[in-house]
């Protein structure tokens, strides 16, 4: 499968409300500090792949709500949302780079970082206040919840390997909770029917889970120029992932040497070699692998739109990705 092919023909259904959402999240920052206007613009004049909005998007065309206003504002909140958490990352991780441009705490420092992730959330929160459902609004509140959650769990974990369930669940909150707040806030908007609703949020549940797990193993397999990153980031803070658990399984030693911190350039990449020739990647995409499948098996829940079949086309774009 092209990856390329794939993610074009996902993004065509919705192209749309993808280019006046890009419009609005540039004008975020009107009016505001210059700083604050600067780091907008250094944020979304390169925006990324927009999945979760697309999936706001294609996730509201399964009711027969047809308020455009009301899904872009959920849209744009929960993109504001993902973009705050991905600043705030950046400043716990120290990464210089996201996407292959600098962060903005590698393009300011990590005070005016911490600033303009909350001045996102303020503004996400001023989107949803506005949206006429309390269970959606309650909803993008939850998600808050749960990112931060996951993320003082990864950040106060004892220095040892988790178990495959800790990282599991860790990851639902991090990551799998957003793209389910994105199909299944969609849908209540769209009053789509309850079980329509239930297979949406089934679905982005398991993709998000999907899209991290890739993510983990494009860490430290990746080509950095594709990925956008530094490989290795995660092994380098030893912040064991899948492939990291899978790869150190029955080797107390190798899995000492994975959750040390403060490792040098040095020891990475040899720790790198070995990951990358055991099990571990294989036995992650696996992983990967069946949360995909279990994504698209959730979609013969739904009507046969057209919808339909972009929603699996992301779900196949998630694991053959190289970014």
């Known amino acids: 499968m092209q990856a390329a092919r794939v993610e074009q023909s996902f993004y065509e259904p919705v192209q749309a409300e993808l280019q006046e959402l890009q419009r609005r999240l540039i004008e975020v920052g009107a009016g505001a500090h210059p700083t604050f206007r600067a780091a907008v613009r250094h944020l979304f004049t390169s925006s990324g792949k927009l999945l979760r909005p697309t999936l706001v998007f294609l996730a509201s065309r399964f009711g027969p709500g047809d308020d455009r206003e009301i899904v872009l504002n959920l849209a744009q909140s929960l993109e504001l949302v993902h973009t705050a958490s991905l600043v705030h990352d950046d400043i716990v991780d120290r990464a210089d780079l996201r996407r292959n441009v600098p962060t903005i705490n590698a393009t ?84 789509a029917e309850p079980e329509h609703v239930a297979v949406l949020g089934a679905y982005g549940t398991d993709l998000g889970l999907a899209f991290q797990i890739t993510d983990d193993v494009l860490d430290l397999v990746g080509d950095e120029e594709d990925f956008g990153k530094s490989v290795g980031r995660d092994l380098a803070e030893g ?56 994504a698209v098996r959730a979609l013969d829940g739904l009507p046969p739109l057209p919808e339909r079949d972009a929603l699996r086309d992301v779900a196949d774009f998630v694991v053959s990705r190289v970014r």
């Open 239 to 294: 912040m064991a992932t899948l492939p990291m658990i899978y790869a150190a399984t029955g080797d107390p030693s190798l899995a000492a040497r994975i959750v040390a911190p403060g490792k040098d350039p040095t020891e990475v990449r040899e720790l790198l070699r070995v990951i990358r020739a055991s099990d571990g990647v294989g036995r992650a995409r696996e992983k990967a692998l069946a949360f995909h499948d279990r």
């Open 108 to 191: 300011w420092n990590d005070d005016v970082a911490l600033i303009v992730g909350d001045y996102l959330f303020a503004k996400a929160y001023a989107l949803a206040a506005v949206l006429p459902k309390p269970e959606v609004i309650a909803m993008v509140a939850q998600t808050v919840f749960a990112l931060c959650d996951g993320e003082l769990r990864e950040v106060t974990a004892p220095a040892a390997l988790p178990t495959e369930s800790a990282y599991f669940e860790r990851i639902e909150l991090k990551t799998a909770s957003l793209y389910a707040a994105c199909c299944q806030g969609a849908a209540l908007l769209a009053d």
